[in-house]
């Protein structure tokens, strides 16, 4: 929702659910064999604990589909539709919770109004639905407290992914199910530290805790890291109206600055720092420049670690790109099949990299909790720890100093200094990150804390992560916001029935205090208990702090505070915050319309290639766009050149197996692991199969319209329909045909290979996150 940090922030967590939870829907997931797998066992839970009723919306039948009291299948892309339809459902009827819209909701109308065109017939026609299922499982939804969803990539990974990430959202505060006990939006964010690697913003658009590229953000960086803010900005080139390969060299001895601001007079210019990076899902474009890029110059080194790169789309053209490369370097614990897509002869180095096992540090879980984990054995062989690898990285590059000077920082006074002349690994970094992350409320999740928590595993419930003993109040893992060293953490995101110091909280204040006229913040009768701040109030910023809370700094705390809480190493303001009782971000109102956004509130909008041209007609993707994340990407024009469906029927969606986790290039190389699924494959409804001539394990060619193909299996199965099949992405080692095996290092090949199901992954990106559309694609069958 608009109010979280993230697409993803799981608001509860999975013990909630087993406990509190009485109705779940799960769409775009399947817990049952997806990480992580112990959500199913909370859902389980709660059907036999608390008599929950679980519904599955979902294009496929899958094993948690299995374990479903309903199950309702819909068209691939079609989640926003669905939705809103239970909308005009609960509209219609009254069953909205009027009293959390009227007092914590901002632009619920604009959705109403939406709402309105989507009737049970409608939502038939775009989805594929049943009416009766819908009025059906939108009356039990509704009316069942507390309610709470699931959803994972079946939803993210659209051309309209955050639309449907919000849809979900709004549905939950329509219902007044957010910041309830058994209820909120219970995202399962995949690996044990997705959430983690997100907080620390892996990303291409922010910085780590959420900051965003903006000159306040490094400025703010750069204090956490004792670092100048004018010698950091250096490292940084400015655009220039010529290509980058057009200015040559720079001559010996022209310095860094000279070489790349020569055109800085230029007010079309701009400095990089400030710059969306490529994404993951786009970077091979910087490298092949097949549309239009805005860069300082050439993707030239690619350097992978952490990220099984092959489950990323458009397989073809990350071949095409590693061609054309200067490098490519791999720094895994197991070969990267990101390694053997090229046949080049050079210019491909491995760097063996620590597993889990032989480093130590936390992980951020799903549910915002940290956890942990000791070293169990030193790294073996030449092997070395990623830290270790990058400080490597560092100094050969000449910025050692400056990469691990955070770590020897510290709050002496108030005032963040240098107070160490060396650091140790994990915990400096670890307290380094909540120093440096107040974004997201990180400042008490330090290292000692952490590790005492995980000293003390069993003095903690498991249903509300409390603990008891020497952890007595407080929440396992310290999910974030953990304000500072004295509070418990958040297990519930905005949960106004608790104080400030139990973790409560209400909706953050982002986006002013109005919008048309209207007043952004929440209403007075919402109060935390305890709290001398009645009603809604602002973020607290050092300019407003004394006026919302009632208070008179002195002249050295105002010296030594930050701008505003997001900002504040001195801790000033979240201590003047725990005394009053306040959460530091606001306590405002959770918007429905995202007035920045294309579409200011969610719309359906048929797939980048959907089967249902009548559709694309009605219900059109978003216009082009000429840069974003770097580089072009085509929308409309991509999806109105012809009717594809005419050429390719058969909408595709993926599937992943819980004994292959990701992209599968570690648990392949285990003969236990890979004997459960030893072969890629396509599940293809036995009528749709017949058309083609193809039998039961019969070989068979998909081919998609980007002209790219794979050759795989075919498995007979009415867990599809026949109008669609789901694949595996778990597979490599094979292209377009074309087995690979001799390309990897000896001893590297996996027990098992196969065709990457992301070599037919259909164009289309997410016009905000630029995810790939991996599940709502087209192709043909053809009998090989």
């Given at each position: 929702m608009a109010n979280t940090w993230g697409y993803g922030a799981m608001?509860?967590?999975?013990?909630?659910?087993?406990?509190?939870?009485k109705m779940m829907l799960v769409i775009g997931a399947n817990p049952a064999v997806a990480n992580p797998v112990g959500a199913m066992k909370h859902i389980i839970q709660a059907k036999d604990r608390n008599n929950a009723t679980l519904v599955v919306v979902d294009p496929v039948y899958t094993r948690t589909a299995a374990k479903a009291d309903m199950f309702i299948r819909i068209r691939p892309g079609t989640d926003i539709a669905f939705i809103y339809g239970m909308l005009h459902l609960i509209f219609k009827n009254g069953w909205e919770d009027k009293e959390v819209i009227r007092t914590r909701t901002y632009g619920v109308e604009e959705i109403k109004e939406e709402a309105k065109h989507w009737t049970p017939e409608e939502v038939a026609n775009v989805t594929g639905c049943k009416t009766e299922e819908l009025i059906q499982f939108t009356r039990m939804f509704a009316a069942t407290k507390p309610a709470t969803l699931f959803w994972a990539l079946g939803i993210t990974q659209h051309s309209v992914g955050h639309s449907n990430t919000r849809i979900l959202s709004i549905l939950q505060l329509v219902l007044g199910n957010m910041g309830k006990e058994g209820g909120g939006t219970n995202i399962l964010r995949g690996h044990d530290n997705v959430q983690g690697a997100t907080d620390m913003n892996c990303l291409a658009d922010s910085t780590s805790g959420y900051y965003g590229l903006g000159d306040g953000a490094w400025k703010h960086h750069c204090k956490g890291w004792g670092v100048d803010f004018d010698e950091f900005v250096k490292r940084f080139a400015v655009s220039t109206k010529e290509p980058r390969e057009k200015l040559g060299e720079p001559v010996k001895g022209t310095n860094f600055k000279e070489y790349f601001y020569h055109d800085s007079a230029n007010p079309e210019d701009r400095n990089w720092r400030n710059e969306k990076g490529y994404s993951l899902a786009k970077w091979w474009q910087g490298v092949l420049k097949e549309e239009k890029t805005y860069s300082s110059g050439n993707l030239r080194v690619l350097w992978v670690q952490g990220t099984g790169i092959t489950s990323m789309a458009h397989t073809t053209k990350i071949q095409q790109a590693l061609d054309k490369l200067d490098m490519l370097v791999v720094a895994e614990p197991f070969l990267n099949e990101v390694a053997i897509l090229s046949d080049r002869p050079d210019g491909i180095y491995v760097l063996p990299v620590a597993t889990q096992f032989e480093s130590e540090g936390y992980v951020t879980a799903t549910n915002r909790a940290a956890q942990w984990r000791t070293q169990i054995i030193k790294p073996i062989y030449e092997s070395k720890e990623d830290q270790e690898v990058m400080f490597l990285f560092a100094k050969k590059f000449g910025f050692y100093d400056e990469y691990v000077r955070g770590m020897k920082m510290g709050i002496v006074d108030g005032e963040i200094k240098q107070v160490k002349d060396d650091f140790k690994w994990p915990d400096d970094a670890t307290d380094e990150i909540a120093r440096n992350t107040q974004s997201i409320g990180n400042n008490g999740r330090t290292a000692a804390r952490l590790r005492k928590h995980q000293e003390?595993?069993?003095?903690?419930?498991?249903?509300t992560q409390m603990g008891r003993g020497p952890v007595e109040g407080e929440y396992y893992g310290l999910p974030w916001p953990c304000w500072d060293e004295k509070h418990p953490g958040t297990p519930i995101l905005y949960d106004v029935s608790k104080p400030y110091a139990e973790g409560g909280m209400g909706f953050r204040n982002r986006f002013g205090l109005e919008h048309n006229g209207v007043n952004q913040l929440a209403d007075e009768s919402i109060t935390l208990p305890g709290s001398k701040v009645k009603g809604g109030y602002p973020q607290i910023t050092k300019e407003n702090i004394e006026k919302v809370l009632g208070i008179t700094l002195t002249e050295d705390e105002k010296r030594k505070m930050g701008p505003s809480w997001s900002d504040d190493y001195s801790g000033i303001i979240a201590q003047k915050c725990r005394e009053a009782g306040v959460c530091p971000c606001g306590n405002a109102r959770a918007r429905a319309v995202v007035w920045e956004f294309l579409d200011p509130i969610p719309k359906h909008r048929e797939p980048i290639h959907s089967p249902r041209w009548d559709l694309v007609q009605k219900y059109p993707t978003f216009e082009d766009q000429a840069k974003n994340f770097r580089v072009a990407s085509k929308f409309i024009s991509e999806q109105q050149e012809k009717d594809w469906s005419k050429e390719f029927p058969t909408v595709m969606s993926s599937l992943r197996f819980v004994n292959l986790s990701g992209a599968g290039m570690i648990e392949r190389t285990s003969k236990y692991l890979a004997s459960i699924t030893p072969e890629m494959f396509?599940?293809?409804?036995?009528?749709?199969?017949?058309?083609?001539?193809?039998?039961?394990?019969?070989m068979m060619w998909i081919h998609a319209?980007?002209?790219?193909k794979i050759k795989v299996k075919c498995y007979y199965s009415y867990s599809v329909t026949p109008n669609n099949i789901c694949l595996p992405y778990h597979f490599a080692g094979i292209m377009q045909g074309v087995d690979l095996s001799h390309r990897y290092p000896e001893g590297t090949k996996p027990y098992t290979i196969g065709e990457s199901s992301n070599t037919i992954t259909n164009y289309g990106f997410d016009p905000v996150t630029q995810i790939s559309e991996f599940n709502a694609g087209l192709c043909r069958l053809e009998k090989a």
């Open positions: 608001t509860n967590h999975v013990g909630d659910v087993a406990k509190n939870a003390n595993w069993h003095n903690f419930d498991p249903d396509a599940h293809v409804h036995p009528s749709l199969a017949a058309k083609y001539g193809i039998k039961d394990r019969d319209p980007q002209g790219t």
